[in-house]
């Protein structure tokens, strides 16, 4: 497929445990963005990487999250043990370089993050 | 810090209506998206815009730098139109750090 691809769609976690989302951006897209969307809140900024430059982590709402992005493409979204306020929708989302001019942000459907 | 403004929150129109949805910010801007987010909860970007105006179909979107305004417009609007629609800006150096907006349910009924 030529669109974002995220995994899992669905993760019920157990309060405490990690997890780990996962995003293919599309092929030769040299920015990835992840976003969360929490119930009943409007969508909030994560992290943004933008081909080798050190990624932008200042949306990061604690250091129980973090986020690698190997060899320019695949990225993955760990939250270490995970809190009920975790539950969000985490959006990620790719550019063919910086969100800016005409480079619109195509995005994933989402993994929607359950904590119990 | 950035704020972002839409409104309205909520809008009902009937079928063939024109409709604008507004957004307001706080400080100067490098760049202003506008996206439709489905029922399903799919995003799909409409509009990245810095200046002026574009169109894409029925829609226009609009910006006024000196404002800090935006405006989203839909003309001979449909049912397949029925989404929530979210302004988000970019500013100082990171382009990918998106402040939103809460998003303007729109609902078109035939």
């Known amino acids: 497929g030529a669109g974002v691809s995220q995994s899992p769609s669905n993760k019920v976690t157990e309060k405490g445990k990690d997890v780990e989302l996962r995003c293919d951006p599309i092929?030769?897209?040299?920015?990835l963005y992840w976003y969360r969307q929490s119930l009943g809140q409007g969508l909030e900024f994560l992290i943004y990487?933008?081909?080798?430059?050190?990624?932008?982590k200042s949306g990061l709402p604690s250091d129980r999250f973090s986020a690698e992005r190997t060899g320019g493409s695949v990225s993955t979204l760990t939250i270490q043990r995970t809190q009920q306020e975790d539950s969000a929708v985490y959006l990620c989302?790719?550019?063919?370089?910086?969100?800016?001019?005409?480079?619109?942000?195509?995005f994933g459907n989402g993994t929607r993050l359950t904590v119990t | 810090k950035n704020e972002v403004e839409q409104s309205p929150q909520n809008l009902t129109a009937q079928e063939g209506e024109f409709i604008t949805i507004n957004c307001s910010y706080s400080v100067g801007i490098s760049a202003l998206h506008w996206l439709q987010q489905h029922p399903g909860g799919g995003i799909v970007s409409l509009f990245m815009?810095?200046?002026g105006k574009k169109k894409h179909g029925r829609l226009i979107a609009t910006i006024n730098i000196q404002e800090k305004h935006s405006s989203l417009h839909i003309t001979a609007s449909h049912p397949r139109d029925s989404a929530v629609y979210i302004c988000?800006?970019?500013?100082?150096?990171?382009?990918?750090?998106?402040?939103f907006g809460k998003g303007t349910k729109l609902s078109v009924k035939p």
């Open positions: 988000a800006v970019a500013y100082g150096g990171s382009q990918g750090n998106l402040i």
């Open positions: 989302a790719s550019s063919t370089r910086d969100s800016s001019y005409n480079s619109p942000l195509h």
């Open positions: 990487f933008q081909g080798n430059s050190a990624p932008d």
């Open positions: 815009l810095s200046s």
């Open positions: 092929s030769g897209h040299t920015a």
